[in-house]
């Protein structure tokens, strides 16, 4: 997966969990979205100093 497509996947979970928190599963998916905006600071933190050059897999 490309670095694009990986950033792509994160912001999609970060927009579906907070969307649907209100009528679905309340604090798990604000936790999940967190999760999710968390990853995706860090891996536009890393790309952007580019201090490291890493396969983007959703398993880190």
Known sequence: MSPAAYRGFLAGNVIKYISRYEHKNG???????????????KDS???KDGSKQRLHTTED
């Open 45 to 47: 933190e890393e790309s």
């Open 27 to 41: 604090l798990e998916d604000l936790k999940k979205a967190r999760y999710y905006l968390d990853r995706l600071i």
